[in-house]
């Protein structure tokens, strides 16, 4: 017998938004395909990781999170979730919610499971399903708003069914779930025993007024749900790797063993900057992350309407899908690509959000960027 890759590896491939990245590094383009933040840190974030260097922070932290980050975590949890939680034993702090999802996917699948996610959905979901051999199984979101059918839903479950994945807001389409879908899960999640897992990175990029409801905070599925978020997003660190899970005690432990096992834990200093962040940011610097990111979608929005190029105005998150179907190109990797070469910016194939072909029309633009990158990817746009 040869030597060869394991089986559970096969599943695993470069991401369409790392090969897009790579594509547009090659032509010096503008890169609205990953979802890295170009904005600055938050000054309390920052001082307070340098801080934690300097004294000396520098050593693995307990399993589940330095003692302030779980304080401030368990803070935020009420006064912004509406979920209760106990930071001795309900909150893992991990390597990003990437992490956190990992874990607890080791902790609680097992080969052969199967979960029911959203589609359009969040690529690294779906690879970290299948990393531990668990199976998902797909309902898909009708544009414009992103809805879902009840009857579909209940007849992809089988006796197999182990959980149910929800994105809000949604990466990609910013779709923010209301408290009546959530119900109707919850209601679906009891029915059948299932685990409600949630991710909620994007939670404070809100639009139009809308409000973030997390799942936990439904009493009937508080025990079964797995809150999964972190700071990346809202405090421009995707490099740091601080995420958390939120769950039941029943669960968060095996969940904090497991992330301990890989990771050990996340970076000591860095933890201490998210929980200074935490503690010294005021409910103003939540809304004003808000009202800018509004303010860069409608200027990407109107730019895209220009140019024949229909936006679906999400409602949170920072990214949008639009309708390529009138670019040139048979799959959405040729249209994506007929984008980059005429104007040179990145977005990321609609197809890469999908397992049906529901998303050869649409592409993915990311609009975290500086308002100077973002300018200036407008104004080659407007050249399309
Ligand atoms: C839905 C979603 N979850 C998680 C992540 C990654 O979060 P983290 O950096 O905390 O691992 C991303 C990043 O794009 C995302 O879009």
Same mark, same amino acid.
Request: contains cysteine.
């Given at each position: 017998m040869p030597l060869m890759f394991s089986r559970l590896s096969q599943s695993i491939s470069q991401s369409e938004i790392r090969n897009m990245s790579i594509e547009c590094d090659r032509i010096g383009g503008i890169n609205m395909s990953q979802g890295v933040c170009d904005l600055e840190i938050p000054l309390p974030v920052k001082q307070g990781a340098i801080e934690a260097i300097e004294q000396g922070e520098n050593h693995y932290t307990r399993y589940d999170g330095i003692e302030s980050l779980r304080k401030a975590i368990e803070h935020k949890m009420l006064s912004y979730n509406n979920v209760k939680t106990d930071p001795e034993k309900n909150i893992i702090v991990s390597s990003g919610a990437t992490g956190a999802f990992y874990s607890a996917c080791l902790a609680l699948l097992n080969p052969g499971d199967e979960v029911i996610f959203f589609e359009p959905y969040y690529g690294y979901h779906i690879s970290t399903l299948l990393a531990v051999g668990a199976v998902p199984i797909y309902v898909t979101l009708s544009p414009p708003d992103w809805t879902f059918d009840m009857d579909e839903l209940k007849q992809v479950?089988?006796?197999?069914t182990k959980g149910i994945m929800i994105c809000?807001?949604?990466?990609? @389409?910013g779709k923010v779930f209301t408290k009546d879908e959530l119900e109707k899960i919850a209601d679906l999640a009891i029915k059948h025993d299932l685990f409600v897992f949630t991710d909620e990175i994007y939670e404070y990029f809100l639009y139009d007024g809308r409000k973030h409801i997390s799942p936990a905070s439904l009493d009937s599925i508080a025990e079964r749900t797995i809150t999964i978020s972190g700071y990346s997003k809202t405090f421009s660190i995707?490099?740091?790797r601080v995420g958390y899970a939120v769950c039941h005690e029943k669960w968060a432990q095996m969940i904090g063993y497991v992330s301990d096992l890989i990771?050990?834990? @996340?970076p000591a200093p860095l933890q201490k900057g998210v929980a200074e962040g935490i503690n010294q940011l005021l409910p103003d610097y939540y809304q004003w992350l808000s009202h800018e990111y509004q303010i860069k979608r409608d200027q990407l929005c109107g730019t895209l309407l220009k140019i024949g190029i229909t936006p679906y105005i999400p409602h949170g998150a920072y990214y949008i899908l639009a309708d390529v179907s009138s670019l040139p190109g048979k799959t959405s990797k040729e249209k994506a690509m007929f984008i980059l070469k005429k104007v040179g910016v990145a977005t990321v194939p609609?197809?890469?959000?999908?397992?049906?072909?529901?998303?050869?029309?649409l592409v993915r633009f990311c609009f975290a960027k500086s308002n100077a990158i973002l300018e200036q990817a407008c104004e080659q746009l407007l050249k399309l």
């Open positions: 479950v089988t006796s197999k809000t807001p949604a990466n990609p @389409s995707t490099g740091w990771y050990v834990c @996340s609609g197809e890469a959000f999908y397992a049906s072909n529901k998303g050869e029309n």
